[in-house]
Nanobody, 116 residues
């Protein structure tokens, strides 16, 4: 059963913007940490950004100043605002929920392609 559903990926030119959304079930959204990971072909999956239930955020150095993670508790949704996109941002982006017991839930992924 799908419990995390991503949307908002697509094709954009370098310098453009996209906003990714991850809709979670209420029980999963109550997890300790929500995050976004990405994986490009032939590369390891890497953490892009995360946000705790208390609103504390962390970002990969490669996206600091360009990406913003946020959450809307009323909609059980986490967002990733991606500005000033670069070709190296091209990857499949996955929504992640990590529970207080360190169990991970994953979305199906959404493709982000940035053309030069």
């Amino acid at each position: 059963q799908v419990q995390l559903v991503e949307s908002g990926g697509g094709l954009v030119q370098a310098g453009g913007s996209l906003r990714l959304s991850c809709k979670a079930s209420r029980s999963i959204f109550s997890a300790n940490v929500m995050g976004w990971y990405r994986q490009a072909p032939g590369k390891q999956r890497e953490l892009v950004a995360r946000i705790t239930s208390g609103g504390t955020t962390n970002y990969a150095d490669s996206v600091k100043g360009r990406f913003t993670i946020s959450r809307d508790n009323a909609k059980n949704t986490v967002y990733l605002q991606m500005n000033s996109l670069k070709p190296e941002d091209t990857a499949v982006y996955y929504c992640n929920a990590r529970t207080y017991t360190h169990y991970d839930y994953w979305g199906q992924g959404t493709q982000v392609t940035v053309s030069s």
